[in-house]
């Protein structure tokens, strides 16, 4: 199983960003995915998911309306589009497979002006 991210980077405030995740060694259609984040001296924190069809999501109250998730199963990706970003949005985001339990190496985004 390999997840990799991309997309990341320095954006300003209330700018937006669109992150990746190709997944590769598994039936990729067939699971849910999900992107969690990590802020310096802070813990892993789950920021949205979307089911194996694409037609359930679920977001943490603090990205909802701003972020949304989504995927393209040909293509064996899952995307975050980043809207209206914030400074305390910076982090490194991170791809997880949770079923199977694995995790992309992660993108970082920092959001400064």
């Known amino acids: 199983v390999q997840l990799v991210e991309s997309g990341g980077g320095l954006v300003q405030p209330g700018g937006s960003l669109r992150l990746s995740c190709v997944g590769s060694?598994?039936?990729?259609?067939?699971?849910?995915m999900n992107w969690y984040r990590q802020a310096p001296g802070k813990e892993r924190e789950f920021v949205a998911s979307?089911?194996?069809?694409?037609?359930?999501?679920n977001y943490a109250d603090f990205v909802k309306g701003r972020f949304t998730i989504s995927r393209d199963n040909a293509r064996n990706a899952v995307y975050l589009q980043m809207n209206s970003l914030k400074p305390e949005d910076t982090a490194v985001y991170y791809c997880?497979?949770?079923?199977?339990?694995?995790w992309g190496q992660g993108t970082q985004v920092t959001v400064s002006s």
């Open positions: 979307i089911s194996s069809g694409g037609g359930t999501t």
């Open positions: 997880y497979l949770s079923l199977l339990g694995s």
């Open positions: 060694g598994f039936t990729f259609s067939s699971y849910v």
